[in-house]
């Protein structure tokens, strides 16, 4: 362990049980000590029932062994219970220590366990020329937690927005704009609130319209993007404007959502074009890519369709040309052999999961994913409607992602009005910005990434209920009592009893690394999100039930420690989440 890591007292009653099992029973040396906290006592024991057949002896007996050679440490008492269970408590001691450690150190006693870790995260990877609308959301919010909790415990990661800036629609679009030199899209030329990429998007439009009733521009159109595969110094220069005002048009987005993407981060597809011919030849070489028709494909080993016969993955189309797969191929191949990176994280719609099951499957046949190296499609739900339908505008159109936005701070600006009507303008816009974006995102992240949700405005912005308000408010309110306290540096006495609702949250908050490693272990936000709410609620309990600023010494320092470590676990795992916590709303 490092120097700042606390070991949970979880971790240690397990270790203690685990140690007593091999004193009683060596035979039973390793054995799983299955302990999980119980409403009985602190933690349960259940190993005893696990392992009596293979010592061949009563769940109980074994039990009493266990109980006679547990020797103290982080067990405080122990009761054997019905047919073997072990009810273990903790002192109130071991307790206080640690709460007083995790005070201590700057990261609230969590280690490091993915430290030496590369691991890249694949995510949000809007269309340039295109606006970011609601099917963005989910990619960007899970991906960026992701990316914040797997930073925090170590791994070095590299973020990976793989925008989609190449393709048949670029010679489209910009074969239209030279047709149509009046056509207005750059940023310093509109007015009225238009953005350069929602002008680009209309035109796009336009352009595909006339592609698809007029042959000749059709015809020029892919000339064009010959033009702009082959590096034409004109067309080249036009497309890098597109880009880049598109670029302009996420940056405000992500701003907002105050994710971490940067422009550096940014590797559309265009960037993987010159090595798609070595990825083919390696895969042919290989054997692994084979002829089909006149198409090259990689036919699986492991996929069957419909009709029992492999299902293709398209490396080169018959007319020559590439697509998504040979694209994703060469950039899981880069990812390996030039970043080296030992983790990868694609974080898509569920509906891409056969796309990334062949893509893997390609990668190990061809020696690039390696035993060493982890592939993960983290897939997710759709955002649906408040009526539990695809989420759509009343015209039927895709939400866009900035209007959506706005009306979540809308919403909780009128809430955190009603909640504070003396709020001055520039302190209420700025807790309305606040509230209504942690809003958002705690919605998509408080939910099982797997499930679909329906966005529903009204109830995200609810300062009640496993909302990113409530938790928001919990934290304002804790803070204004360390406030009222003068906020001191509390000396911690460990002879001072627990009262039960004092013991409940130091438990809790002893849990907070475990609940770290779990979302790294599953990919899991809406793990982080359960245990601040359920540390939230905690707290509110152990307030109503413990008076604390006007309790006597020493019980009133130690009663500040809970209130200081629950306000900093809060703020800490609202931030992984990439919400504020606000110190006032």
Partial sequence: MSNHEVLPLHGQVAQAVAEAIERARPELAGADPVVRRSERADFQSNAALALA???????????????????????????V????????????????GQVAARLSGPRLGV??????????????????????????????IIGDSLVRVLGFLGAEVFRQNHLGDWGTQFGMLIQFLDEH??????????????????????LYKAARKKFDTDEAFADRSRARVVSLQSGDPATLA????????????????????????????????SFYNPMLLDTITELVDAGIAVDSE???????QEVTGPDDKPVPLMVRKRDGGYGYDTTDLATIRYRIHDLKANRLLYVTDSRQALHFRLIFEAARRAGWLTD?????????????GPDGRPFKTRAGGTVRLMDLLDDAVARARAVVTEKNP?????????????????????ADLSISRVKDYAFDVDRMVSFTGNTGVYLQYAHARIRSILRKAGDPEVTIDPTIPLEPAGRALALELDEYSATLADVNDTLEPHRLCGYLYDLARDFTTFYEACHVLNAEEPVRSNRLALCQLTARTLKHGLGLLGITAPERM
């Fill in 81 to 96: 219970s019905g047919p073997g269970f072990l009810n273990i408590s903790v002192p109130d001691r071991a307790l206080w």
């Fill in 181 to 202: 030199p009046e056509a207005t899209w750059h940023h310093d030329e509109l007015s009225g609130g238009t953005s350069a990429v929602s002008a680009l998007d209309e």
């Fill in 372 to 384: 060493g190296i982890d592939a993960t499609h983290v897939a997710y739900g759709t955002v649906l």
């Fill in 238 to 269: 036009r497309w890098k404007e597109i880009v880049a005002e598109s670029e302009k048009a996420f940056r405000d987005i992500y701003d907002r959502l105050d994710v971490l993407l940067t422009p550096e981060d940014s590797v559309g597809e």
């Fill in 294 to 300: 006149g198409a090259l494909v990689v036919l699986s």
């Fill in 422 to 442: 003396d709020l001055d303008a520039a302190k209420l816009d700025q807790i309305a910005e606040q509230a209504g974006i942690g809003a958002v995102k705690y």
């Fill in 53 to 79: 057949k293979r010592a061949r002896i009563k769940p109980a007996d074994l039990a009493a062994g266990i109980v006679a050679a547990l020797d103290g440490g982080a067990v405080g008492s122990v009761e």
């Fill in 111 to 140: 280690g490091a366990p993915e430290e030496g870790r590369r691991t890249v995260v694949d995510y949000s990877a809007p269309n340039i020329a295109k606006e970011m609308h609601v099917g963005h959301l989910r990619t960007t």
